[in-house]
């Protein structure tokens, strides 16, 4: 069965560096997001992507935050100076319609 | 503005009870779609169900049910004679357009006790 993947699923970095999260969503799929999990809080929305542009973005997706379909495989969400706050588990999710959105298993980020 | 609340932070039942989590939700748009995500403590998204707002029939799947009701704006969950493996956190989410981002709750962490 297709899944969404996504890799690393741990990234650790410094403070202030840029980290790319990639995402893999299933081949056939046309919407793409990313979602983020602080610890113990609840899944919030960053951004959704179709037809090559940015569909919607939530106040969490500031000028720091910026998403690519390089290849048209590849999902990636970059942060280019991360903060501690950035930490979280990050959520790639794809669909074709509207029946449920496919979540891969995530990347954890650890800022230091 | 979309928005969703589950007021059950924590709930804890021994296995074999009932289990009821609550979802109310608050949308302007007269299309939504509503759907529940469980969170193991493996820490990935496991889809459950998905509900149209002009489809409120109620629906069972195995332990499952599920009980929608426009008139209330809740939709919520019940898992019938609960068994520890149903231990997570569950989520209820949102949407108020067809491939619309999903806005969650703060979710319901279920402990099932043997």
């Known amino acids: 069965e297709p899944e969404v993947t996504q890799t690393p699923s741990h990234q650790v970095t410094q403070m202030g560096q840029e980290v790319i999260l990639r995402c893999v969503p299933i081949?056939?799929?046309?919407?793409f997001y990313w979602y983020r999990q602080i610890l113990g809080q609840k899944v919030e929305f960053l951004v959704s992507?179709?037809?090559?542009?940015?569909?919607?973005k939530s106040e969490i997706f500031d000028d720091q935050f910026s998403v690519e379909r390089p290849d048209g495989s590849n999902f990636t969400l970059k942060i280019r100076s991360t903060k501690l706050e950035d930490s979280a588990m990050y959520f790639c999710a794809s669909t074709l319609s509207y029946n449920e959105q496919f979540f891969g298993p995530g990347t954890r980020l650890t800022v230091l | 503005a979309q928005k969703v609340t589950q007021a059950q932070t924590e709930i804890s039942v021994v296995e074999k009870e009932d289990v009821t989590l609550d979802c109310v939700y608050e949308?302007?748009?007269?299309?939504?779609?509503l759907f529940w995500y469980k969170q193991p403590p493996s820490g990935e998204l496991v889809f459950l169900i998905r509900?149209?707002?002009?489809?409120?029939q109620n629906e069972i799947s195995g332990r499952y049910s599920w009980n929608f009701q426009k008139s209330t704006s809740s939709f919520n969950f019940t898992i019938t004679a609960s068994q520890v493996v149903d231990s997570a956190v569950y989520f209820c989410?949102?949407?108020?357009?067809?491939?619309?981002?999903?806005?969650f709750g703060a979710g319901t962490r279920l402990t099932v006790k043997p």
């Open positions: 989410a949102l949407s108020e357009r067809e491939y619309n981002d999903m806005r």
């Open positions: 992507f179709y037809n090559n542009e940015i569909s919607e």
């Open positions: 081949s056939n799929h046309l919407y």
């Open positions: 509900r149209n707002s002009f489809d409120e």
């Open positions: 949308t302007r748009d007269t299309t939504y779609y």
